[in-house]
């Protein structure tokens, strides 16, 4: 069965430090991943696709099939970014649905 | 704009009650799907619908049902509410030809 693994539930940083989000995920087929964010009292929304290979409000991810991870990156947080990020895995067998994982709280400090 | 109502922001029942939460899209979208979302948990599909009249069963479908009559509505029905239900519920729809979701704003539903 798939599973997508985010270690942290918190991830605390200062305004302008580098972010990095990690995210794993277990499943034996070609996998498509996603990165959704939820800003306090807004709806969850798509932030990026790894085969858009597109950078959103400065993050990045890069799918990294040997590591099976998906880490979200940006060089320099900003305080706007603190959101709950969740990481998505959508697997081509059967029903396509998304498995999210956990999610991680950013928090950017000034 | 894709826009996906859901009919209550806040929900208060009693345990035993049954309970009805409605989602509506706009965008003439073929899927639909009902989420929990919890601290810690995070989201975890409940049931999803490909098209009208047809339900799979999520991740945790135990304790609830689901009808789609029309496309553009999906509900999830409580039989018996019970305490461990107390959570943010999301409703999510989506083009069939696409993997893209888009989010209603949540009910978050309180059972005492």
């Known amino acids: 069965a798939q599973r997508v693994t985010q270690p942290e539930k918190l991830l605390s940083v200062f305004k302008g430090a580098p972010v990095e989000l990690k995210c794993n995920y277990s499943y034996s087929g070609s996998p498509e991943l996603f990165w959704y964010v939820q800003y306090s009292r807004q709806r969850l929304q798509l932030l990026l696709r790894?085969?858009s290979r597109e950078s959103i409000k400065g993050f990045t991810a890069d799918l990294n099939k040997g590591e099976t991870s998906f880490h979200l990156k940006k060089p320099f947080a900003q305080e706007e970014d603190s959101a709950m990020y969740y990481c998505?895995?959508?697997?081509?067998?059967?029903?396509?649905?998304?498995?999210f994982g956990k999610g991680t709280m950013l928090l950017v400090s000034p | 704009d894709v826009k996906v109502t859901q009919s209550s922001r806040y929900l208060v029942k009693r345990t035993g009650e049954k309970v009805f939460l409605e989602c509506v899209q706009d965008m003439d979208h073929e899927n639909m799907f009902w989420y929990r979302q919890d601290p810690g948990l995070g989201l975890r599909l409940i049931y999803f619908s490909y098209d009208v009249k047809m339900k799979e069963k999520g991740d945790i479908p135990e304790g609830y049902s689901v009808s789609r009559e029309k496309k553009e509505r999906f509900s999830l029905i409580l039989e018996s509410a019970s305490t461990n239900q107390t959570s943010m519920y999301l409703c999510?729809?989506?083009?069939?030809?696409?993997?893209?979701?888009?989010f209603g704003p949540g009910t978050r539903l309180t059972v005492l």
């Open positions: 999510a729809s989506g083009p069939g030809d696409t993997d893209t979701q888009y």
């Open positions: 790894h085969i």
């Open positions: 998505a895995l959508r697997t081509n067998s059967g029903y396509s649905t998304l498995t």
